[in-house]
């Protein structure tokens, strides 16, 4: 469970009024809300009742929505001979770039979204926090890093909470991305910072939770509400032809089973086509072809990128440009 004293942070995910802990639920202060939110085996379901998608009962055990995160003895050894068929040229390079940069600060506060497994490189920021560090993982999934159950489109936290939030893989997979982006900006303090990865070139991989792909100024539209840091390639075109070669395959598939066997089976022999991003993956050419793209970026009051802006930022090399 989160310490007493965070509880002073939280907020209704409903009506965003405080909460209180009482016995093994939140209660919300709020009169006309009284929403009240369970505190299953230590971890804080904040889900409201209005959400379509999600209810309290889903979590009322630990079983898995959106996706597994439990398995058995065989499934984790098999799983851990298949190889992965995407690079990551930028996660770890990014991460310690926030431990730096996030390393002054006194009673830092990090929440992590879709936080239930490690992303790629975290480790990097998750090694080099302080000691006094609060780190919020959360997920609509039990996983082994699992701290809070929310959904992303009703952050149960105050404004201006956190100095930094993360969303790596995770906007492709809510239904209104620029709802979970506002939200994540109102409980960013003032200066802090976001970082999200998200894919561009990559087939269904979430089963029915699985809604968007960005450009690079898409994505950077995603996020006009804060200043860039820096946005860039995750992995490339290499990653994303391997990604096509493995769906090549798995589009045989005429039922689950197929499916899972091809599925299983066609990164062992694609896998190596991902180290074209080794050649590519940082080219200017690249940015209208990757995989999947980052993005960096600071609160500061009252600032939004323009379309015009948004327009003049593009890099790549099509049509007409600088
Ligand atoms: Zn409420």
Redesign the pocket.
Known sequence: MLQPTYTELLA?P??K?PLEAQGQRYV?Q?EA?Q?MYPIQGGIPVLISEDNEIFSQQDFAREQDIYFRTYKSRLMQVLQKVQPDVSTNLSAARNYRFLARELASRKGLRILVIGGSIDGYGIGELKQNLPADALLVEADVSYGPNTKMIFDSHQIPFRDETFDLVVAQAVLEHVLDPFVCVAEMHRVLKTGGMVYAETPFMQQVHGGRYDFHRFTHLGHRRLFRHFVQVESGIVSGAGSALAWALKYVVTSFARNKKMDKVLSYSAPFLFFWVKYLDLLIGRTRGSLDSACGYFFMGRKEPGYVLSDKELLASYKGLRGNVN
């Open positions: 209704c409903s009506c009024s919300c709020n809300c929403g």
